[in-house]
């Protein structure tokens, strides 16, 4: 028996499998499927991570469209007048931002500042050790001629894993919004 003899032996019942083979590598009707395959999973980790950045600069737009209405009622002095306590005052805050945010996410920070040069230094600041710190917000709308600084925060939550370690700002992987407004009081009777 020849060396080539055998190897046609050994060829025949391999014969059907080589030819499936070369039919397959040629056959190109899946390839569509192959490609959206592999393309799918960053498309939708772009389109995720698309729509979580979207809905931090919602949030936020909203946040601060609140902040700055509520912040009216003690800019006027009808907070102040009426006698609002910090949970009405929040409850004001929360009537701007209720499409987007759950009230009970919204924390409000209200208090005076003795100049405009010093409002944002040495006040209040929410996140302490990589957490939110809700232990020091106040309520002190102050009096008429009063400088003011209103501040509300919510904690948003991510979608996208991949996302938060990029956005998160707290050591719960949260992202914590904040919008403030500053003013003085006027002088209302």
Request: net charge positive.
């Amino acid at each position: 028996m020849s060396a080539s003899s055998g190897f046609s032996v050994l060829a025949r019942p391999m014969a059907p499998a080589i030819r499936l083979l070369r039919r397959f590598r040629r056959d190109e009707r899946g390839s569509y499927a192959v490609e959206m395959a592999l393309v799918a999973v960053p498309f939708f980790a772009l389109l995720f991570a698309t729509f979580d950045t979207a809905m931090i600069f919602f949030k936020n737009e909203y946040l601060q469209t609140a902040v700055s209405d509520a912040g009216r009622l003690i800019f006027t002095g009808q907070a102040q007048t009426e006698g609002y306590t910090q949970a009405q005052f929040k409850n004001a805050v929360c009537d701007g931002v209720k499409i987007m945010i759950p009230c009970a996410d919204v924390s409000v920070d209200v208090r005076t500042a003795a100049n405009f040069k010093d409002a944002g230094t040495g006040q209040f600041s929410p996140i302490q050790a990589g957490a939110f710190n809700q232990t020091g917000l106040k309520y002190d709308p102050g009096t008429r001629g009063s400088i003011v600084i209103v501040s509300a925060y919510v904690q948003h939550t991510m979608f996208v894993p991949m996302i938060a370690n990029v956005y998160k700002n707290l050591s719960n992987g949260k992202f914590l919004l904040s919008a403030s407004a500053a003013f003085r009081n006027e002088p209302y009777n």
